[in-house]
Each structure stands twice: as C-alpha cells, then as structure tokens.
C-alpha cells in the first residue's frame, strides 16, 4: 500500500484543481491574454504543483521511508537513496 492511500481523494482532487489551472493556461494563451497575466498564472499552477509534490514527499518518508528504516538493512539503505534522489530532483526543478 501507498504511503498516499489514506489520501488519495484529496490529491485527486488537489490535482483536478492543477488541471484547470492548466487549462486555463491553454484558454488564456488562446486568447491573447496580456503576458504577465499568464505569468501570474504560471507561477501558481507551478506553486500548486510544489505543494502537491511536498505534500507526497512527506507521506512517502513518514510511511514508505519510516517503516524501510524500521527494519533496516538494504531495503532502509535504497529508501533513504531514493527519497534523497526525488529531494534533489525537486530542488533542482
């Protein structure tokens, strides 16, 4: 089971809201609208998709991580490597 599971309608439903923001991106592109009101835009899709990102990011190491860790050995080790791996990919974006 998914560290995430307990949660799943409302990152659901956290990224249906992404979506429209997404589409109203396109409409807004579609319609000329004025740049820096699509950059507006942007910036908060972009926030919304941190958030989420984090928000998953805490879930996996409180229960993925926490319960590899529990019984340690190489299992613990590839845990830990891969959540230091999705941290750097999200420092980097």
Known sequence: MAGYTADR???LRRLRRIEGQ?????????E???CIDILTQVSAADHA???FA???LEQHMAHC?????????A????KIKEASDAIAR???S
């Open 9 to 11: 309608q409302e990152h």
């Open 22 to 30: 997404i589409r109203g991106l396109q409409r807004m592109v579609e």
């Open 32 to 34: 000329d609208k004025y």
């Open 49 to 51: 998709l941190r958030s």
């Open 54 to 56: 984090l928000s998953l």
């Open 65 to 73: 991580v926490a319960d590899a860790a529990a019984k340690g050995g």
């Open 75 to 78: 299992e613990a080790d590839a």
């Open 90 to 92: 999200l420092v980097r």
